[in-house]
């Protein structure tokens, strides 16, 4: 895992597509099993930030979704609104 070693500081600039496929490769590391306890501990750790990393970004996304959705839906009624005050003069 050639990204293994990145600090957390670094990991919180990742894609979420860089961040998932490094924790990818750290699951199928821990699955093979052919690691010491400190090196299994110490992705286990990697794994659990990177987890974090993608959450926040999923999380983030969601929220930018909501957001335009609810401004979306606030322009069609202000919209349907005028078509209605339009209608009635």
């Not at 990145?6 to 490094?22: G, K, P, R």
């Not at 992705?43 to 659990?48: I, P, R, S, V």
């Not at 999923?58 to 322009?75: H, M, N, P, Y």
């Amino acid at each position: 895992m050639s990204n293994a070693k990145n600090s957390s500081a670094d990991n919180n600039e990742l894609s979420f597509e860089e961040a998932y496929s490094h924790l990818e490769e750290t699951v199928h590391a821990l699955e093979e099993g052919e690691l010491s306890l400190a090196e299994a501990t110490r992705l286990f750790e990697e794994g659990m930030r990177l987890a974090r990393i993608c959450n926040e970004l999923l999380i983030s996304a969601e929220l930018k979704i909501t957001r335009l959705q609810t401004a979306f839906g606030e322009q069609m009624r202000l919209l349907t609104e005028e078509k209605k005050e339009s209608a009635e003069d």
